[in-house]
């Protein structure tokens, strides 16, 4: 059984013309955004599967602005209609520094992406069920650490299409895109 992370019928959606069953076309990416690495997970164009794509090495300041670059370029490349950031919560379903960290990325990320949106998506368990499936597919503790921010964003998008799918609406929140400096003056 696939535990899904729940709050991925979250705020900020609307229905749309494609209701209940069906999906918006289009390649949808999902990032898991971590303090070392960021893992990135990219849907077929009909939003049936989600699969593993890419790990970005990340870290504070200059690195964090590589990888958001990096992650336009695949955007762009993939012709992503969307683009999935994990929220972290806790099992209460609180926001803490690490959720604060998400947010800020994703705000980040929409600026550099418009018009393409930006969704933030509640990844509760999506590292654990990661692990879980690593482990049952045979990779020991070092291979699993490699791979599996790429695989928790795998589960993260999955459950994004599968939101969208069973409720006819867009999962999570919609990340505003940020006002520029000096914009209106």
Do not use: C, N, W, Y
């Not at 991925?8 to 070392?36: K, N, Q, T």
């Not at 879980?132 to 045979?138: E, H, P």
């Not at 993260?156 to 999570?172: K, V």
């Amino acid at each position: 059984m696939l535990l899904r992370p729940s709050g991925v019928f979250g705020s900020g959606s609307r229905p749309h013309r494609f209701g209940i069953g069906s999906l918006r076309p289009g390649v949808r990416l999902a990032v898991d955004v971590g303090s070392v690495r960021v893992g990135v997970a990219r849907s077929d164009p009909g939003g049936v599967l989600a699969s593993p794509l890419t790990v970005l090495a990340s870290g504070p300041g200059a690195k964090a602005e590589v990888v958001r670059a990096g992650l336009a370029r695949l955007a762009e490349q993939e012709e992503a209609i969307e683009v999935i950031v994990g929220l972290p919560t806790t099992l209460s379903g609180r926001e803490g520094t690490a959720a604060a960290g998400a947010r800020q990325f994703a705000a980040d990320l929409a600026g550099r992406l418009a018009p393409v949106p930006v969704r933030l998506v509640d990844e509760r368990f999506t590292t654990t069920e990661a692990h879980d499936a690593l482990r049952r597919g045979g990779k020991d503790s070092r291979a699993r650490r490699q791979a599996v921010d790429a695989a928790a964003a795998a589960v993260l998008l999955q459950a994004a299409l599968d939101a969208e799918r069973a409720t006819g609406r867009p999962p999570g929140q919609l990340v505003p895109v940020p006002a520029r400096d000096g914009a209106g003056a």
